[in-house]
């Protein structure tokens, strides 16, 4: 394991968003690191709430992750020991129609990253670089589980500028010796994210119908789907421990081996409601995407073996949370 010297400081993008909110817990709770945090201007920070001076106990800095200029001044004045780079474009559906502003994020907005401290000679600085699972496609039921060997047959914008990411982190390694360390994340839930995903849009809608702002009836899109689901809390500390022990320029896999379908996942919030039996579920078309992912089952022995991790939480208490969460949005809506 690296030495606390080596990760004193730690810069997170994305800090305002689902996951990294999670990250900014997860080191405040240390106590050993000087934190550093990048935002764009119009950020909410609403998802960090919670914390106790969080203007204060966090040096923000604010940065638009499409404008290399930007980037390179924050790495400039910072100049981390680890960036955990969660800054992203990160829901699939609107990437059909804005392909643009997921490359212009997720592809572009890395390379500028990982230019700037290229050219500040900051090749020890540890990057961790999340993609996901998502890139792998549509994967025939005979290739699962998916390994870092799996063919990728990435089916929306959002999956390619996933790849697109990937694979600068490791050109940037092999040609330049940075300390890339890449991972492919699978499905992760929790408080926190934001209700146009499919379990907390569930969560949301049970949470409306239980206070009675809307009639028992639950729009849903493909709930067939296959997946790892791993909870946001465990998730941020794979990452930790990622850039603390894993090598860099190879690829790992992060995942529980909890395994469930999206309709195994509604069942499970409609049981924790007690108007979980009075509610109707219907498809609403428009929830359908064009190209469903249907299986993303990963191997992920190696990074446990690699990282020393293993998940805490089980699947059932990431829905629990995820439907208290929005109990108290709606308990708060006017």
Known sequence: MASKALISKVLVTGATGFVGSHMIDLALSRGDVELHATRRWSSPMSLLAHVPDVERRIRWHLCDLTDPFSVHDVIA????????????????????????????????????????????????????????????????????????????????????????????????????????????????????????????????????????????????GNLDALRNWTDVRDMVRAYWLAVERCPPGELFLVGSDQLETVRGCLDRLLALSPRGGGIRVETNPELVRRTEVMRLVADVAPFRAAAGWEPRIPLDDTLRDTLAYWRERVAAEP
Do not use: C
């Not at 890139?135 to 063919?151: D, K, Q, R």
């Not at 209700?195 to 119908?209: E, G, M």
């Open 77 to 220: 004045r910072v100049r981390p020991d680890v960036v955990f780079h969660l800054g992203a474009q990160s829901f699939v559906s609107p990437s059909w129609d804005q392909p643009d502003v997921y490359f212009r994020t997720n592809a572009l907005g890395t390379l500028y990253l990982l230019e700037a401290l290229r050219r500040l000679d900051l090749q020890a600085t540890r990057v961790l670089l999340p993609g996901s699972g998502e890139e792998y496609g549509h994967v025939p039921e005979a290739e699962l589980p998916i390994t870092p060997s799996t063919v990728l047959r990435p089916v929306n914008p959002y999956a390619v500028s996933k790849v697109a990411q990937d694979l600068l982190g490791y050109e940037h390694h092999v040609s330049y010796g940075l300390h890339v360390v890449r991972v492919r994340a699978f499905n992760h839930e929790g408080p926190r994210r934001d209700r146009v995903f499919a379990l907390p849009r569930f969560a949301w809608q049970i949470a409306r119908i239980e206070a009675g702002a809307m009639p028992p009836v639950l729009e849903v």
